[in-house]
C-alpha cells in the first residue's frame, strides 16, 4: 500500500505544475491617525548620561524617521525643555497646597510648610524610578490642549527617555578555535567569565490628541547593549543602535505597512 501511495504521488508531481504568486497582507496599525494632518514631536522628559542628550537626539531622530516614512506634516519646533517644565509645574502645585490649619495633622508631602523639593536636572544621578516622578506631566490635559491649539491641533509624540551606563559581569559562552594534530581548524564552545559594559535604553513614547489634551496611546520599550570591559565605545553610537531596535515599532504606529511574501500553488 505504501509502495502504491508513493506511485500515485510521483504520478501527481509529473503531471502538476507549481508556481509562485505573490501576495500583500497589510497589517493594521496601532494607532488611528485619520483625523491628524500634522504631528508634533514636543520632547521628552529625561535623565541618565549626561554624556548624550536624550531629549533633543530621539526628536531629531524622530522627526527624521518621520519625514521619510510618515504622511503628516512634521512641525518644525524648538525641542521643548519637559524635565524642567515638569519640575516647574510640580513646584507650582505645592505652592497651590493649602496651609494646614493648628490643629491638625499635616497630610504626608503637602502643606505650605514642607520643603521644596531640590529641583532634578538631567544628571548621571538620577535613577529610572525616579524619572518616573515626572510623567505627571502628561496627565496635564490643559497644557497639552493648550500646546496643540499653538500648532493646530497636531498629534503630539513625547514621553520619557532614560539612556544610562550599565554593566553586567557573568559566565558567558563564546568560540575559541583549536587545531588538532593534523592542523584541522574547529571552534569549541568555552565558558569565560567577562566583565561588560554598555547602555541601557528605556524609554516610553506616548501619543497625545492635539485638539483634546488626552493621551490616546502609550508604547514602552527596554533595550540594552554590552560590550567587553576594554571596548571604549561613544555613548551617542551605542544610543543610535539601541534606537535602530524600535524605530520600526515606533513608525508602525503612523501608517499601514504592507508584508510582501509569496505562496506556492499547485495546477
Not at 581548524?185 to 492635539?210: A, C, H, M, N, Q
Request: net charge negative.
Amino acid at each position: 500500500m505504501v509502495a502504491s501511495g508513493l506511485v500515485c504521488l510521483s504520478l501527481l508531481a509529473g503531471c502538476s505544475t507549481f508556481y509562485e504568486v505573490p501576495i500583500e497582507t497589510q497589517l493594521i496599525p496601532k494607532l488611528d491617525i485619520s483625523k491628524f494632518q500634522r504631528v508634533l514631536i514636543a520632547g521628552f522628559v529625561s535623565g541618565g548620561s549626561e554624556d548624550v542628550d536624550a531629549n533633543l537626539e530621539t526628536a531629531r531622530l524622530l522627526r527624521s524617521q518621520l519625514r521619510r516614512n510618515s504622511g503628516l506634516e512634521v512641525i518644525d519646533a524648538d525641542v521643548m525643555p519637559l524635565l524642567e517644565i515638569a519640575d516647574d509645574q510640580s513646584n507650582q502645585e505645592r505652592r497651590n497646597v493649602p496651609t494646614v490649619p493648628d490643629g491638625f495633622a499635616a497630610v504626608q508631602g503637602g502643606g505650605a510648610d514642607a520643603p521644596a523639593e531640590t529641583p532634578v536636572g538631567e544628571d548621571d544621578g538620577m535613577t529610572e524610578e525616579e524619572l518616573e516622578t515626572y510623567e505627571t506631566i502628561f496627565a496635564n490635559v490643559g497644557f497639552w490642549r493648550d500646546l496643540g491649539e499653538e500648532y493646530q491641533n497636531p498629534l503630539i509624540l513625547t514621553g520619557t527617555v532614560y539612556f544610562s551606563p550599565h554593566q553586567r559581569s557573568g559566565m558567558t559562552t563564546r568560540e575559541r578555535e583549536v587545531y588538532d594534530s593534523f592542523g584541522r581548524r574547529r571552534t569549541i564552545p568555552e565558558r569565560t567569565y567577562r566583565d561588560r559594559r554598555g547602555f541601557v535604553l528605556s524609554p516610553k513614547f506616548i501619543f497625545i490628541d492635539g485638539e483634546t489634551g488626552a493621551t490616546v496611546y502609550t508604547e514602552r520599550h527596554r533595550e540594552e547593549i554590552l560590550y567587553d570591559a576594554s571596548q571604549n565605545t561613544p555613548a551617542l553610537s551605542s544610543y543610535f543602535e539601541l534606537m535602530d531596535r524600535l524605530i520600526p515599532s515606533v513608525l508602525s504606529a503612523f501608517s499601514t505597512q504592507t508584508l510582501n511574501g509569496t505562496r506556492t500553488l499547485l495546477r
